[in-house]
């Protein structure tokens, strides 16, 4: 719900990149490029940065951010996470099928899905960091 009081121009639009640690950045680039088809728009031993749709998916090696990093625009302070993470992707319906077969044919396991009240489905598997990951179909959210 959106909060009547609150100034228009004060709303957040979306999510611009999320991030996630992984083990070998060489390995976790290949899985979300093969799976998702993502574009690596920069990357290096420490990090790579894919278009994920609209947004950036961010994958740090362990360690790899727990330092501040100077750019010439600024630093970035250090983000360092502990634990694996969550994300899901938004799919469409008509393509829920196609994404079933698609993971298992690459042999990754769907450890969980869901039928949610509003009408929506989300599919759960882990990466090869056993992140959780999720393909989330609308009716998941209300907004969604």
Known sequence: MINPLAKPNLQVRGIVETYI?????N??????QSLFNF?????????????AGPDVLLLFTHGGSNEPVVIPGGIIPPHET????????????????DWRIRLRERG???????????????LYF???????????????????
């Not at 640690?21 to 950045?25: D, G, K, R, T, Y």
């Not at 390995?27 to 979300?32: G, I, S």
């Not at 869901?114 to 989300?122: A, I, K, L, M, P």
């Not at 882990?126 to 959210?141: F, I, S």
């Open 21 to 25: 640690n992984v083990a070998e950045i």
């Open 27 to 32: 390995r976790a680039r290949e899985f979300y």
């Open 39 to 51: 574009e690596a728009m920069v990357s290096d031993e420490r990090f790579c940065a894919l278009r």
């Open 82 to 97: 502990q634990g694996a993470g969550h994300l899901a992707f938004a799919i469409s319906s008509d393509v829920l099928v």
């Open 108 to 122: 990754i396991e769907i450890e969980s899905e869901v039928q949610w009240e509003r009408g929506g489905t989300s």
């Open 126 to 144: 882990r990466d090869p960091d056993a992140n959780l990951l999720e393909l989330a179909t609308p009716g998941v959210w209300p907004n969604y």
